[in-house]
């Protein structure tokens, strides 16, 4: 379940950097009041820990498959 909420929040922030890439648009920021209000910068950071839980997945995949073999 967490590596589910994990990879949804990291969805969401690629979705939004696409956003400023391309349209110099920050979703969270115009939802939340800003980028330096306190909901957006909480946002932020939970999507910068989750993509770094998500490199976790590269790994424990290969483990799977090693440990089939």
Do not use: P
Not at 16 to 40: E, K, R, T
Not at 43 to 65: D, M
């Amino acid at each position: 379940m967490l590596d589910r909420i994990a990879l949804l929040l990291t969805i969401i922030g690629g979705i939004n950097w696409g956003l400023i890439g391309i349209f110099q648009f920050d979703l969270v920021a115009f939802i939340f009041g800003g980028q330096a209000a306190v909901v957006s910068r909480i946002i932020y950071v939970l999507v910068g820990i989750s993509a770094i839980w998500c490199i976790s997945l590269f790994f424990r995949e290969q483990e799977l498959i090693e440990t089939n073999s």
